[in-house]
């Protein structure tokens, strides 16, 4: 879920207890309602999961690899103590606040949000009627504030709506986007066949992948199953799937046409990105990250006048385009675009990258 904690400087020790409930066996979005909060605690930064004596029928629950933490029966003396029924569903900014104030909470008594985006208060789920309810709420956590138009129109609904079945089959987020992966460079495939047909189901079939692109990182959110590795098949998944399909493109509409235009639109595109993707794995690979968004190119929002158009250049929005275009006939037009726009990315990138460098060199010479 979203609301991970920034941690101060010294953030104060912090134990979770949990306290025997009806339904804390409850599976809620693939977990047990016992095993999520205590994972969520973990998530929040709590340094071990009490379980009392009284409440030892919780413990086979919390057998569980993603588990981390140590379960103890007693509370460490000088901790700071946030107690809840094992039947809470809680979000992770909600123990994050609360652990904040160096203080023990109660965290059944928390009746407001947290401030962040698409957070919700803690839901005591643990009978039937409240646990549809509970995981609306959770699956809703899911969605991310950084989400272009068409994800947060279009894509985040049929996502978190599949991601809501897969969590609860045996398949992992990996293996989800091995298949995703599939689905896109699928696109490529038809589309270099040529003819308006075989262009517009390679299309449909781009879509197809950027709505299923959700499901991974939902599920690892969900089912506390996040890695390095996940982090990395999502990014290369998604440049594979780009560049696969841009391709397949340029060579479908020159096979349709016979305009040497298109190969060398798709050809820069390719070229470019491959260039781009290089020099941004590079940074991920040195800071120990997979993800694209701890690029620094991708944290600006922008503040001018025309800041409201970024999402327009988010990768859910261009794709959803280019479905649009093959459905208008007009792909071909659209992939010269983007050649220019991978030309103008590369640029920027670039002078990301040179800036990066100036701000080491000043750095080392301190």
């Known amino acids: 879920m979203l609301g991970n904690c920034t941690p101060e400087p010294e953030p104060p020790r912090w134990v979770l207890v949990l306290e025997p409930a009806p339904g804390a066996a409850r599976n809620v979005g693939g977990l047990t309602l016992a095993l999520r909060l205590a994972l969520e605690a973990q998530s929040a930064g709590a340094s071990a999961v ?151 189901l390679g299309a449909g079939l781009f879509q197809a992948q950027s709505v299923l692109d959700g499901c991974d990182g939902e599920m690892s959110r969900a089912s506390h199953r996040g890695s390095r590795l996940g982090e990395w098949l999502d990014t290369i998944g998604d440049d594979l799937t780009n560049y696969g399909f841009f391709a397949g493109a340029a060579v479908g509409l020159f096979r349709m046409s016979g305009q040497s235009l298109y190969l060398l639109a798709g050809a820069v595109t390719v070229f470019c990105g491959l260039l781009t993707s290089g020099l941004e794995y590079r940074y991920l690979w040195r800071i120990g990250s997979g993800d694209l968004l701890r690029y620094p190119l991708s944290q600006g929002g922008g503040n001018g006048p025309l800041a409201f158009l970024t999402p327009l250049f988010k990768r859910d929005t261009f794709v959803f385009l280019t479905l649009l275009a093959a459905l208008a006939g007009a792909l071909g037009p659209m992939l010269c675009v983007f050649s220019l726009a991978a030309i103008g990315i590369l640029v920027s990138v670039l002078k990301t990258e040179l800036r990066l460098a100036r701000e080491a060199r000043g750095a080392a010479t301190e």
């Open 50 to 200: 009490v379980v009392l004596q009284k409440a030892s029928e919780l413990l086979p629950l919390l057998r569980d690899a993603r588990l981390r933490l140590p379960v103890v029966p007693e509370t460490p003396t000088g901790a700071v103590v946030l107690k809840s029924r094992a039947s809470l569903l809680v979000h992770r900014a909600t123990l994050c606040e609360l652990a904040r104030t160096g203080e023990s909470h109660n965290v059944d008594e928390a009746r407001e949000a947290p401030g962040v985006p698409y957070a919700f208060a803690p839901v005591d789920a643990g009978t039937a009627a409240l646990s549809g309810v509970a995981e609306r709420l959770l699956f809703r956590s899911l969605r991310k504030a950084q989400d272009g138009w068409t994800s947060r129109w279009l894509n985040r609904y049929i996502s978190l709506a599949i991601s809501r079945v897969l969590v609860k089959t045996p398949l992992r987020p990996n293996q989800v986007s091995v298949a995703i992966l599939g689905v896109g460079l699928a696109g490529g495939l038809v589309a270099a066949q040529g003819g308006y047909e075989s262009l517009l």
